[in-house]
């Protein structure tokens, strides 16, 4: 009786183990961002996942390294500056007017078909913040399509990678 009990103690901890210390599964999405023509400084381009009830939930990439700026993409830094988690290795460098850049978004799985959006804000420096540059559900369909931007995306297009 003891040794059973001892066996079953040891498999639930095994198992506690497994699901405690594992990540998510994720689907990898390439998304490539192309700029309008502008002049001026490079484009600050934070990419985050909404949740259902339009809050957000999760930084997906940061286009723009100089942390000094972050706060002036107001409301990403309302989320962002509370929490401040480390985001050097979903970080890059900004683009400039008529650009493109092409980034590996790592999507949580479970989030697609259920609610979701993707959301691209962008501010250029002496020019505008545009919160909703891009924002579309995220859906098995959205995440293979192009989808056109208001201020300084031309588009977004997504392909699973």
Not at 120 to 137: G, L, N, R
Not at 153 to 158: A, G, K, P, Q, T
Request: charged residues 25%; contains cysteine; glycine residues 8%.
């Amino acid at each position: 009786m003891k040794l059973t009990l001892k066996i079953s103690s040891l498999g639930l901890l095994i198992l506690f183990a497994l699901f405690a210390f594992s990540k998510p599964e994720t689907t990898s999405v390439k998304c490539m961002v192309q700029l309008v023509n502008y002049t001026g400084e490079g484009a600050y381009i934070i990419t985050s996942l909404i949740n259902p009830e339009g809050e957000y939930e999760k930084t997906l990439y940061v286009q723009g390294k100089d942390t000094e700026w972050y706060s002036d993409i107001t409301e990403w830094w309302q989320f962002y500056g509370k929490h401040r988690p480390d985001i050097d290795a979903i970080s890059g460098e900004t683009i400039a007017g008529g650009e493109r850049s092409i980034i590996v978004l790592q999507i949580p799985t479970e989030k697609i078909d259920q609610g979701y959006s993707i959301r691209f804000e962008t501010s250029v420096e002496d020019q505008a913040y545009h919160i909703k540059d891009v924002q579309f559900e995220l859906t098995s369909q959205n995440i293979k399509s192009k989808v056109e931007g208001n201020g300084f995306i031309r588009y977004v297009r997504m392909m699973p990678q």
